[in-house]
């Protein structure tokens, strides 16, 4: 099969479409024959040097995918040969085909096409894990989102609306603020023209917001802090800059403050397999439902894969970038 290489840590043109060995499935694995997969910042990271793929795991970027069941391991009952599926990875999604556990599979959901769903796996359960499961955001609480015009940030708007809760962002366009607005979010702050913590306490009446999903890290812990209300949760699942802060515990201590991190790639195949279920048991509806659309800015053929790291890296695109094998150039 084709795959693409990283043949340095680097630049995206260490990004090279080469012929490579086709996976090998074990007994709980499906192989999966690639119809799209999404770019992630964590494929910038790893093209960069600084996300190594857990051990074990493919090594070729692409966190998430969709495609067709071309063979099942002996002791997997629920997939069949030929079903359409998409499936949260830990690494492969930038090839023809993919090993994949097949507790990490989802069937593609009713009204989403089979490519679009390859936008899906990563972003639902990053968002239902961490605001749902672990930050508890329920009816009538409020929740900001940093950098609500990225694939994370524009699913996790209509999954925060659908769940009844007020939904506040952060972006840093006039473009990506409509585009927030469009998809539900009650309050859209630029970050580069406004103070989002003092806007925060003028929106809540000072009492500030119930639940945080922050990806930019320690250069906004102690705003994010400023910026929460009593018994409010901070989820952290990146760090775009530095990754030491200091804090004031006092914050911590007065409001009951929660501090959480994670990220989702490193996780034991038994805990995604549980995050997938439930994503399958509470986000699928939603979107069956269409009240949970992926958002697609722009597809490439997975030859040009360098081209479309410099369009993330640009940060220009809202929503998610998708990537085709050679016989996809839509």
Known sequence: MKAIVITSPGEPEVLQLQEVEDPEIKHDEVLIKVEATALNKGDIYQRKGLYPPPKGASLYPGLECSGTIESVGRNVSRWKVGDQVCALLAGGGYAEKVAVPAGQVLPVPPGVSLKDSACLPEVACTVWSTVFMKSHLSS???????????????????????????????????????????????????????????????????????VILDSVGAPYL??????????????????????????????????????????????NPE???IIVREVEKNVWPAIMEGKVTPVVYKYFPVCEAAEAHRLMESSKHIGKILLFPLLYRS
């Not at 473009?175 to 925060?200: H, M, S």
């Not at 400023?226 to 201590?253: C, Y």
């Not at 409001?255 to 994670?262: N, W």
């Open 140 to 210: 009538g609480e409020t929740f900001l989102i940093h950098g609500g015009s990225s694939g994370i940030g524009t699913f996790a708007i209509q999954m925060a609306k659908h769940q009844g809760a007020r939904v506040f962002i952060t972006a840093g366009s006039e473009e990506k603020l409509a585009a927030c607005k469009n998809l539900g979010a009650d309050v859209c702050i630029n970050y580069k023209t406004e103070d989002f913590a003092a806007r925060v306490k003028q929106e809540t009446e000072g009492r500030g917001v119930d």
């Open 271 to 273: 805990d995604k397999e």
């Open 222 to 267: 102690q705003k994010n802090l400023d910026s929460l209300n009593v018994d409010g949760r901070l989820f952290i699942i990146g760090a775009l800059s530095a990754m030491a802060a200091e804090i004031n515990l006092s914050s911590l201590f007065a409001r009951r403050l929660t501090i959480q991190a994670s990220t989702l790639r490193g996780r």
